[in-house]
Structure formats: structure tokens, C-alpha cells
């Protein structure tokens, strides 16, 4: 009965951090085509999440020195690298079309499994990734000689890449005696993010007054600094502890492939508040990218000692799996290399955004 009740709150808590995630989009672009350097709204939207969690931060400064590496590697890849990368691509493309990019993290670490660690993988999985693959040509048009900005599509990628560290490094240690607590990694990892973007982003140069104007949002004049709460508050904080939690209490197969959602809710959402209409082909397309990360998802790999084939278990991956992912993949030395170490953990937890996101 308890099992059943934590499984449903897992479940909600997926569904919530999809939906928030996949709102960010919508509510930065208005703001980088008022005057907001990409950037600068990165910047915004992660520092001011790590004000609010601020005082859960100090309460768990005992990770500091239990955990550093994590922290650091979270706040790299999981929170400036995806958003870094993912609002510059959404400056160039269409957010949509970022997102759906963004959730080729699937087939990136089938990718790394089969050609860095050289361990084989199932037939399904392959399958999915061509699927994902097809699915993005279709997005992107490439027949139309890719309609579609080069680099904002590279940005995209990137965005998937540092997507990986996500869900990689948010269920490290969930399975240890002494756990590191998932708002603990969350507070610290976006004040690292924070620290890192005001390097990168110097927002002494921002221009200010645009926070304090209003943004066109297809036709409709909406306060800068609403669009801007929304982020921090909804698609940032509650994003960041809603999806964190998720991946603890669900199995990575489930919390990955409910996650996949937020392709399709920042799609509709950008067409409804944004105008970005998309051709058939590419909503079938996009339809065929989720397909494929579901599929690649569920024959995600077993660690190495589960069985000489990568990813023999199917998509009904129990929560056993998940248990074997902590432990793995946190004897990685520092959070950006254990994406390498993490053998069987990186493909049992990707899914998007997520993302990123």
C-alpha cells in the first residue's frame, strides 16, 4: 500500500516538474526579444532560484564535505549548462523544436555505452535511437536543406548533452545509508550555477529596464517581471525539487519517460501563447523523437555485472534497477567525469530535461 501511494506521489511529481519545465520556454522568449541577452535571462532565472533556496542551502552545508563533487558537477551540467545552452538555442529556433533536440539525451548515452565503453547494446534500443534520429530529420526539414539555424540546432545538442548530467548525478547517493538530501543538491547546485553564469553571462551589463517594461507575447503586452517570476518561482525552483524528488521515488525508466512530456508541453504551449505553428511532418516528426526516446529508454543498460548485453531488461524495469545506479555511479570523481563512470546509471536514468532543461 505504501509502495502503491509513493509510486502515485512519484508519479505527480514527474507530471509537475514536465509541466514546469516545459513552461520556461515560453515565458524567457518574450523576454530575449525585448531587449534580454540569453544569457542574462539564464543568469536571472538561476540566480534568483538560489536566493530563494538560499536557507536550504545553509541548512544542509554538511555537503559541502560529504559531497563536493556532486554538487559541483550538478551545478555544471544540470543547471548552467542546460540552461545556458538551452535559452540560447530557443533565441535561434523555435522552442519546440529545442526541446524535441534536447531529448535525443536517450540515444546520446546508448551513444557512449556502444562506442566509448564498448559495451553492446539491444536491437530495441538501437531501434530507438534511429527513430529518434528520423523523427529530429523530419523536425528540422533536412530535406528542405535544413531550414532551420545551424547553430541554434548545435546549441540544442549541447543542451541534450549536459540533459544527460541531469538525471545522472540527481539520483547519486539515493541509495546510501547516509543520502544526500535531493534539496541540499538542489540549493547547492544552483548557487554553483549561479557563480558560473555571473562569470559567463556579466550581468553588470544587463539592461535592467527591460524587467521593468513589458514583453510581447504573440500580440499580448505581458509585465517583464511576471514573465520573470514565473521562471524563477515555477519553472526554475519548483522544476529543479519536483523532478529531483521524481527520480528517487520512481524508477528511472518511469521518471525518464513521464519527463518526455515536456517536449510535448512546451511545443503546445509555444504554439498557443507563442504562435510558433509547426508543419505536419513536423509534429509527426516529433511524435517519432519521443517514440524513439521511449523505446532507446526502456532498453536502457544494466550496470556491468547484470549481464554481458546492454539493456537485456525491457521497459519494465523495476525499481531494483534504480537501486543499482546510486552506488555506480557515485565513484565518479568528480560530477562532469561521472558521466563516464556511470556505466550502467547513464542509461538507466536518461530521459530529456530536461530540459532540460
Known amino acids: 500500500m505504501h509502495a502503491s501511494q509513493g ?7 514527474a507530471l509537475a516538474s514536465a509541466f514546469a519545465f516545459g513552461g520556461s520556454g515560453v515565458a524567457a522568449k518574450p523576454l530575449i526579444e525585448a531587449g534580454l541577452d540569453p544569457l542574462h535571462v539564464v543568469w536571472l532565472r538561476v540566480a534568483g532560484a538560489a536566493l530563494v533556496m538560499l536557507p536550504v542551502a545553509w541548512r544542509h552545508r554538511d555537503l559541502l564535505r560529504r559531497k563536493p563533487a556532486l554538487l559541483v558537477g550538478f551545478g555544471l551540467l544540470a543547471v548552467a549548462g542546460v540552461q545556458a545552452f538551452y535559452f540560447a538555442s530557443i ?80 539520483d547519486q547517493g539515493a541509495d546510501e545509508a547516509e543520502q544526500a538530501d535531493p534539496l541540499g543538491v538542489i540549493a547547492y547546485g544552483l ?4 557563480l558560473v553564469l555571473t ?38 525552483v519548483l522544476a529543479y525539487v ?36 509547426l508543419g505536419v511532418p513536423q ?13 532507446a529508454q526502456s532498453s536502457t543498460p544494466k550496470a556491468p555485472a547484470a549481464g554481458p548485453v546492454a539493456g537485456s531488461g525491457s521497459g519494465s524495469g523495476s525499481g531494483s534497477e534504480a537501486a543499482g545506479v546510486g552506488p555506480d555511479a557515485a565513484d565518479a570523481g568528480s560530477g562532469a567525469d561521472g558521466l563516464g563512470s556511470a556505466s550502467g546509471a547513464a542509461g538507466a536514468e536518461l530521459s530529456a530535461g530536461r530540459t532540460a532543461p
Open 7 to 13: 509510486r502515485s506521489a512519484g508519479l505527480g511529481l
Open 91 to 170: 533565441s535561434r529556433i523555435p522552442v519546440g523544436v529545442a526541446l524535441l533536440i534536447e531529448y535525443l539525451a536517450p540515444a546520446l548515452v546508448l551513444g557512449w555505452v556502444r562506442f566509448v565503453q564498448r559495451r553492446p547494446v539491444t536491437h530495441a534500443a538501437a531501434l530507438g535511437v534511429v527513430l529518434a534520429a528520423g523523427g529530429l530529420a523530419c523536425v528540422v526539414q533536412v530535406w528542405s536543406g535544413l531550414t532551420f539555424d545551424l547553430v541554434g540546432l548545435l546549441l540544442a545538442l549541447a543542451a541534450a548533452c549536459c540533459q544527460v548530467g541531469y538525471f545522472v548525478l540527481s
Open 191 to 194: 548557487l554553483i550555477g549561479a
Open 199 to 236: 562569470a559567463v553571462a556579466r550581468p553588470w551589463s544587463m539592461d535592467w529596464g527591460v524587467l521593468g517594461g513589458r514583453a510581447d507575447m504573440d500580440g499580448t503586452s505581458v509585465p517583464a517581471w511576471l514573465l520573470l517570476g514565473w521562471i524563477v518561482l515555477i519553472a526554475t
Open 242 to 277: 519536483t523532478g529531483v524528488i521524481s527520480v528517487r521515488r520512481l524508477s528511472p525508466q518511469v521518471a525518464g519517460v513521464v519527463a518526455c512530456l515536456e517536449a510535448v508541453i512546451a511545443t503546445v504551449l509555444a504554439w498557443v501563447l507563442l504562435g510558433e505553428h
Open 283 to 295: 509534429i509527426v516528426g516529433g511524435a517519432v523523437v519521443l517514440v524513439g526516446a521511449f523505446i
